[in-house]
């Protein structure tokens, strides 16, 4: 790291601690040409990540959103909170990992679904039925026995 005061490049960290409640580490510096101390922040790059919508528009990635829809098709079912929290996380792992700028919600929505149907079969059920909007019964009970036959 270079050094602000003489553009010296031999710097040396001489304390290194936690910053915004752990997301950033502050680092203190000191020049070894000038012996001037100076500070850097180090922080996880967050990348800004858009989820195109079934109508083509475009909204920020909430991981809030993951968790509702967790949530809601887990209503009344014995599943427990921190089950949910733990699959919000690996969903969360696999859409980062994708490394795309633009993601379409249904690949969200598959992940989801996938890791419902490992979760709770009721809760899938309900996702699945919500997700896939089944425009009638038969597509309903299609899906269904594809489940049971699994
Ligand atoms: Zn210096």
Do not use: H, W
Not at 28 to 36: E, Q
């Amino acid at each position: 790291m270079k050094c602000p005061y003489c553009s010296n490049l031999d710097t040396r960290v001489v304390d290194s601690r936690p910053a915004e409640d752990g997301a950033a580490i502050r680092r203190r510096r000191s020049c070894d040409a000038c012996g001037k101390r100076f500070t850097t922040y180090e922080k996880v790059e967050t990348i800004p990540l858009i989820i195109i919508k079934k109508d083509n528009t475009r909204e920020q990635y909430n991981r809030r959103k993951i968790e509702n829809g967790i949530i809601r098709a887990c209503y009344k079912r014995p599943v427990p909170a921190e089950e949910i929290e733990r699959m919000a996380d690996k969903i969360e792992t696999m859409v980062f990992s994708l490394e795309e700028k633009e993601i379409p919600s249904s690949v969200v929505g598959e992940m989801v679904m996938d890791g419902l149907k490992d979760l709770d079969e009721v809760a899938y059920v309900r996702f699945a039925s919500v997700y896939r909007e089944f425009k009638d019964v038969n597509t309903f009970m299609d899906e269904l026995k594809k489940i049971l036959d699994q």
